[in-house]
């Protein structure tokens, strides 16, 4: 069985994600049989005793490739750290390789459940958000940290978009006070 996933930082953090996983034919079977539903299988990806909230959920099935397909939102993926920001790429003490790295894009891959039966390949395309620097894997805890620049905040433009305001505020009711004055002497 393959797992494919592409994800996508976005630049608060959350992380788009496709997935595509693929089976053999047996595997598949033996899947179709264990979920019938598919909504028992989405409980998969939205376990209860998670704390990664998962959003816009979407999962279809792909019989003729023996595929399952989902697409969904992972809120808060990457966390700000302050001078970076870090992404858990797998549980610590995972046995994950870093296979490639491209610019803002890294590709992990690793071995999942493993069974006598069954054996998991997980390839996970990573691709940081526009500006992302300083591009590190840390083996020890599997975690991939990068920098971001300092971008101004909305809150910020709006202070800025406010004083400029009331400095025209000013100066204008000073004009129309000064015409008053030459108007009356």
């Known amino acids: 069985m393959t797992d494919k996933s592409n994800v996508t930082i976005l630049l608060n953090g959350d992380a788009q994600v496709t997935e595509v996983i693929t089976m ?25 005793n998670s704390p990664m909230q998962i959003e816009n959920l979407n999962i279809s099935i792909d019989e003729f490739n023996n ?12 966390v700000n750290k302050g001078d970076f ?39 996970s395309t990573i691709t940081l958000p526009e500006g992302a620097y300083n591009i590190q894997f840390q083996e020890s805890t599997n975690k991939l940290r990068y ?7 909305p809150a910020g433009v709006m202070v800025i978009i406010a004083i400029i305001l009331i400095i025209l505020g000013v100066l204008n009711y000073f004009f129309i006070f000064d015409r008053f004055l030459k108007k009356t002497n």
């Open 147 to 153: 920098s971001l620049p300092a971008q101004a905040s």
């Open 67 to 78: 595929k399952i397909i989902a697409s969904y939102l992972v809120v808060g993926q990457a």
């Open 24 to 48: 053999s034919a047996t595997a598949f079977a033996s899947f179709k049989q264990n979920y019938p539903q598919l909504s028992m299988f989405s409980r998969i990806f939205k376990p209860a």
């Open 85 to 123: 920001w870090e992404i858990v790429v797998a549980q610590e003490g995972a046995d994950v390789t870093l296979s490639a790295q491209s610019g803002r894009t890294v590709v992990f891959t690793f071995v999942g459940m493993s069974t006598t039966q069954t054996r998991e390949i997980i390839t």
